[in-house]
């Protein structure tokens, strides 16, 4: 009877120590930052991201209205483009909500902090939409919001650069995908929201 005792009693230490190493803990440190209502998301509502100062938005805030997601960053020729979002952001803030997503993914060219980013984004363009922390929106540590994007956008398209833009309409469908060069104030992008 000692034996049998012992012997459990090793396949719990041996069960514990393997539990504890580092293999098993890499899914751990990658969901870190991310909320288990995020990580098991199955449609565009029930995301909970938090904002670059921390506090969590809940999707479902957005029902019944358009919305456009926007992968950004301070460093790209693109950058501009903030000043075009908060534009959008202030003519057309009744028709589609604007959310911006730093990420780091494309050359480098977000290198800063989330209170850098903030600090940038308000000082230099003025920023008012929402903007959520620092993300990865492309690769195997690809968000899980970057995720369900890509694989519900109508051709299963993945952010190429910075700047890239879906749009999800008001029932949270993916309706369109607009690559970097196109414009928030453009008429692609505006003949879409007037819909």
Not at 18 to 30: I, M
Request: glycine content about 8%; aromatic content about 10%; hydrophobic content about 35%.
């Amino acid at each position: 009877m000692k034996r049998i005792v012992k012997l459990l009693a090793l396949v719990l230490v041996l069960g514990v120590a393997t539990s504890c190493s580092g293999g098993s803990n890499t899914k751990t440190e990658t969901m870190a930052t991310e909320t288990p209502q995020t990580a098991q998301a199955t449609d565009f509502y029930s995301f909970k991201m938090n904002s670059l100062d921390g506090k969590e938005i809940d999707f479902s805030k957005y029902k019944g209205k358009k919305v456009l997601l926007v992968n950004t960053a301070s460093e790209c020729g693109y950058t501009p483009q903030y000043e075009d979002l908060q534009q959008l952001n202030e003519k057309y803030g009744d028709k589609v909500v604007i959310l911006g997503f730093p990420a780091n993914n494309f050359g480098g060219q977000e290198p800063g902090s989330n209170q850098e980013i903030a600090s940038f984004c308000q000082k230099n363009y003025g920023v008012n939409f929402q903007m959520f922390e620092k993300i990865s929106v492309k690769g195997d540590d690809q968000h899980p919001l970057y995720q369900w994007l890509t694989k519900n956008s109508p051709n299963g398209d993945e952010p190429t650069w910075n700047f890239c833009k879906y749009l999800v309409d008001e029932n949270g469908n993916v309706v369109a995908f607009y690559p970097s060069k196109v414009k928030p104030m453009g008429e692609e992008i505006l003949a879409a929201i007037q819909k």
